[in-house]
């Protein structure tokens, strides 16, 4: 399994409060995802990172922000979380491959994340 | 815009049949990824193909690259307990394989 943990695991915040998640890898993979899942949704990109300090957006990305300062970190902030952002929250990890394709993603456990 | 359109949306089928899934897209992909989720889980990457045409075997689990490139399947031979879960396709967008779009799955029962 690749080696990819995220914390916590769960995690139950009150509205309007800040809140990080956290996904680290001993994998040494220069990209790393947060994506949302929730039921009829299916996955949902929120933000990306392509190596130390570069991040982008993904398709649903407003309300939250990332943050990459080492190869083995990424971390999500909820910056005033709300109801909506109650969900399951999941990192993965990729790597350019001998096709030269990053597309190969590998995911963590997951975070249950409820705003009340 | 690109969209994965997954079918059928679940199925619950018993112990020992076979099971085949497809995906659809009305833009052409140069990737088809195939992953299972358990409950309470990640998914877990089952096949990459990466080539139209491409039919590759992982256990009792094969999955082809439409030769359109707008589609692949997979097919699960001699189904048993343990293939009980959420089947995703998922391909790169184009112009950006650091993205990938995602199917919404297929959810599969299986009765002993």
């Known amino acids: 399994d690749a080696g990819i943990t995220q914390s916590p695991r769960h995690k139950v915040t009150e509205t309007g409060t800040p809140v990080t998640l956290r996904c680290h890898q001993t994998?040494?993979?220069?990209?790393m995802y947060w994506y949302r899942q929730d039921p009829g949704h299916g996955l949902r990109l929120i933000h990306y990172s392509y190596g130390v300090k570069d991040t982008d957006k993904g398709e649903v990305s407003d309300g939250y922000s990332v943050s990459r300062s080492k190869t083995e970190d990424f971390l999500l902030t909820l910056e005033s979380a709300t109801s909506s952002q109650t969900s399951v929250y999941f990192c993965?990890?990729?790597?350019?491959?001998?096709?030269?394709?990053?597309?190969?993603?590998?995911f963590g456990q997951g975070t249950r994340l409820t705003v009340v | 815009g690109q969209q994965l359109n997954q079918s059928p949306q679940s199925m619950f089928i018993q112990e020992g049949e076979d099971v085949s899934m497809n995906c659809t897209s009305s833009s052409i992909f140069n990737t088809w990824l195939w992953y299972k989720q358990d409950p309470g889980e990640g998914p877990v990457l089952l096949i990459a193909l990466y080539k139209a045409g491409e039919l590759t075997s992982n256990g009792r689990l094969t999955a082809q690259f439409g030769i359109t490139r707008k589609d692949s399947f997979l097919n699960i031979s001699a189904s048993i307990p343990s293939d009980v879960g959420i089947y995703f396709c998922a391909g790169p967008r184009a112009g950006n394989n650091r993205k990938l779009i995602w199917g919404l799955g297929t959810s599969l029962a299986v009765n002993p």
């Open positions: 993965a990890i990729s790597e350019t491959n001998s096709r030269a394709l990053n597309t190969e993603a590998f």
């Open positions: 994998e040494n993979h220069r990209y």
